[in-house]
């Protein structure tokens, strides 16, 4: 495997991790995944890093699952990585459900040898 394909692996691994966390509704770890300056981009505007956590912490925001559909598209760029996948996801905000399908798209940095997310953009997929 070259150095290309072992990158690309590891942070189609670090994906799949970070989505566990997120399922695991663990604020911690999921801040593990995650730099300071990290924020998404949705639907109702742009979070920090603080206020998603939060929103975990609180439990307000819950995830039952998160699955993603088909594989990453997934392209490194020196020390910085852009990651592309549909994900589906069911969610409770405030006891509500929901169910979501989006294309997600994370940025990472690697720093000390280390990739962290510090920009994610999700946008729903149009049904049909």
């Not at 150095?3 to 189609?12: G, S």
């Amino acid at each position: 495997m070259s150095a290309d394909e072992q990158t690309v692996a590891e942070l189609r691994g670090l994906a799949e991790d970070w989505a566990a966390a997120i399922v695991a509704n663990d604020a911690e770890l999921i801040s593990v995944f995650m730099a300071e300056e990290w924020v998404i981009v949705s639907e109702t505007g742009v979070s920090t890093k603080g206020e998603f956590l939060d929103e975990i912490l609180s439990g307000r925001l819950t995830h039952s699952a998160m699955d993603r559909v088909g594989e990453p598209h997934i392209r490194v760029y020196g020390d910085t990585a852009i990651v592309t996948a549909r994900v589906t996801n069911t969610a409770h905000y405030n006891g509500r459900r929901f169910d979501a399908d989006e294309w997600t798209t994370d940025v990472f940095r690697r720093r000390d040898d280390c990739w962290f997310c510090v920009h994610s953009h999700i946008t729903p997929v149009r049904p049909g």
